[in-house]
T-cell receptor, first 114, second 114 residues
């Protein structure tokens, strides 16, 4: 059951430019998280935003959440080649056992060229 | 500070063979999960555990078994490998339910079933 859909699927920019990725989801959430995955590696948590928050910052990252539109965006400012990775949004969903799992989108592949 | 450690990193199996993917974490997290990542499908939850001795099924549990005898370890067993189980497998651990807070992921096991 895929909840989040990222847009665009792929993004190619130059170093120093800003990168914006969007995520849309289908059902109500308690929070939304963004993860980064470098090629061939595991996922690394970037930021969590709760449903009662509209915007959150962490270093060069800015995340917004619009629960009325069921969408979120991740902005990376002043991109670096090291930001090249896939970025996933993940929302929470409660199983009938009460376990709160993560539901991932298919990701945005970001390529930052020097 | 190892975090989540998965072994092996790569594995090739013949159809019908069985094997165990190992996962260990050193953060004393109660919650652990196994996901599989397939192209175009994001990550899907296979099994999860909310503490030693307690496991349950996720979205795609068929063909896999888990056990949790200690807080640290959460192995995933493939009973009789099938080509449809060719995937990248990730183990994750978290202090809270994984939809509630940050999850830590291992580096992944790339499994090919021929």
């Amino acid at each position: 059951s895929q909840q989040g859909e990222e847009d665009p699927q792929a993004l190619s920019i130059q170093e120093g430019e800003n990168a914006t990725m969007n995520c849309s989801y289908k059902t109500s959430i308690n929070n939304l998280q963004w993860y980064r995955q470098n090629s061939g590696r595991g996922l690394v948590h970037l930021i969590l935003i709760r449903s009662n928050e509209r915007e959150k910052h962490s270093g060069r990252l800015r995340v917004t959440l619009d629960t009325s539109k069921k969408s979120s965006s991740l902005l990376i400012t002043a991109s670096r080649a090291a930001d090249t990775a896939s970025y996933f949004c993940a929302t929470d969903a409660v199983l009938n056992t009460g376990f709160q799992k993560l539901v991932f989108g298919t990701g945005t592949r970001l390529l930052v060229s020097p | 500070n190892a975090g989540v450690t998965q072994t092996p990193k790569f594995q090739v199996l013949k159809t019908g063979q069985s094997m165990t993917l190992q996962c260990a974490q050193d953060m004393n997290h109660e919650y652990m999960s196994w996901y599989r990542q397939d192209p175009g499908m994001g990550l899907r939850l296979i099994h999860y555990s909310v503490g030693a001795g307690i496991t349950d099924q996720g979205e795609v549990p068929n063909g896999y078994n888990v056990s949790r005898s200690t807080t640290e370890d959460f192995p995933l067993r493939l009973l009789s490998a099938a080509p449809s189980q060719t995937s990248v497998y990730f183990c994750a651990s978290s202090l809270l339910g994984q939809g509630e807070g940050r999850a830590f992921f291992g580096q992944g096991t790339r499994l090919t079933v021929v």
